[in-house]
């Protein structure tokens, strides 16, 4: 693993480390499991969103090229 595949969004370990304690002092430890749980329902709705879009832009580009359509089958 290289040092750039290790950090993240820009990020070194020491960098991550000193925003958990942060967030740690300023929530507290017991409102972080609700915290990462709100986080995980939101990233989950977020992705089910994108699947959604991406299956409605399929259908629509689908239906432009005429691909479903029973009457372009009669010509």
Do not use: C, H, Y
């Amino acid at each position: 693993m290289t040092l750039q595949e290790q950090k993240m969004f820009g990020l070194g370990w020491p960098e991550i480390l000193l925003i958990l304690g942060v967030v740690i002092i300023i929530f507290g430890p017991k409102r972080i499991p609700e915290l990462g749980g709100a986080l995980g329902k939101t990233l989950r709705g977020f992705k089910e969103e994108l699947q959604t879009q991406d299956v409605d832009s399929t259908e629509v580009v689908d239906v432009e090229l005429g691909e479903n359509d029973p009457a372009a089958g009669k010509k």
